[in-house]
T-cell receptor, first 114, second 111 residues
Framework: DAGVIQSPRHEVTEMGQEVTLRCKPI?????LFWYRQTMMRGLELLIY????????DSGMPEDRFSAKMPNASFSTLKIQPSEPRDSAVYFC????????????FGDGTRLSIL | QQPVQSPQAVILREGEDAVINCSSS?????VHWYRQKHGEAPVFLMI?????EQKGHDKISASFNEKKQQSSLYLTASQLSYSGTYFC????????????FGAGTQVVVTP
């Protein structure tokens, strides 16, 4: 079975540019999560969706960040405008319905903002 | 409200044992354990549910103490492949599906 697929794997761009990260969850999974990982802050939950609906976006750092899930097989995380402090590894994960289910992580996008 | 993991790091020789602890300040529904190797994604190891028994995966097992809202991960007879950073993810009873991850415990197993 295909796992969670993220693209791109690496992104290097200049400050002020728009960045779009993409995620395809595992088929049949109802929950989708976006995480950010840095040395300083560890693994932080940014936002999560249930059945394509955003449930909790309290982890989104500021208005420059936005996330959408237009259908069950696709989600985007957008940063506009980007800043050097946004440099991090961004992971997408998905899980099936109800609590107590494992989250399956994609390989991540390593983002560098110059 | 991030769970507290201890120790921060541990160095083991092959064959030695280690315990990693994870404590929550809120009532838990489940505790998830993941291992992440450098440059890779976290990989799911196991889940312990409220009211559930101790789980095991090869020579890695875990327990869940509901009274203390704490979980422990046991690495037994460690192998070189056990090296990596171990994270606990706590799922609270009032927010199903959402995990709060600890800061991680770096494990280094040497020959």
């Amino acid at each position: 079975d295909a796992g969670v697929i993220q693209s791109p794997r690496h992104e290097v761009t200049e400050m002020g540019q728009e960045v779009t990260l993409r995620c395809k969850p595992i088929s049949g999974h109802d929950y989708l999560f976006w995480y950010r990982q840095t040395m300083m802050r560890g693994l932080e939950l940014l936002i999560y969706f249930n059945n394509n609906v955003p449930i909790d976006d309290s982890g989104m750092p500021e208005d420059r960040f936005s996330a959408k899930m237009p259908n069950a097989s696709f989600s985007t995380l957008k940063i506009q405008p980007s800043e050097p402090r946004d440099s991090a590894v961004y992971f997408c994960a998905s899980s099936s319905y109800t609590g107590g289910q494992p989250q399956h992580f994609g390989d991540g996008t390593r983002l560098s903002i110059l | 409200q991030q769970p507290v993991q201890s120790p921060q790091a541990v160095i083991l020789r092959e064959g030695e044992d280690a315990v990693i602890n994870c404590s929550s300040s809120k009532a838990l529904y489940s505790v998830h354990w993941y291992r992440q190797k450098h440059g890779e994604a976290p990989v799911f190891l196991m889940i312990l549910l409220k009211g559930g028994e101790q789980k095991g995966h090869d020579k890695i097992s875990a327990s869940f103490n509901e009274k203390k809202q704490q979980s422990s991960l046991y690495l037994t007879a460690s192998q070189l492949s056990y090296s990596g950073t171990y994270f606990c993810g706590t799922e609270w009873t009032d927010s199903w599906g959402k995990l709060q991850f600890g800061a991680g415990t770096q494990v280094v197993v040497t020959p």
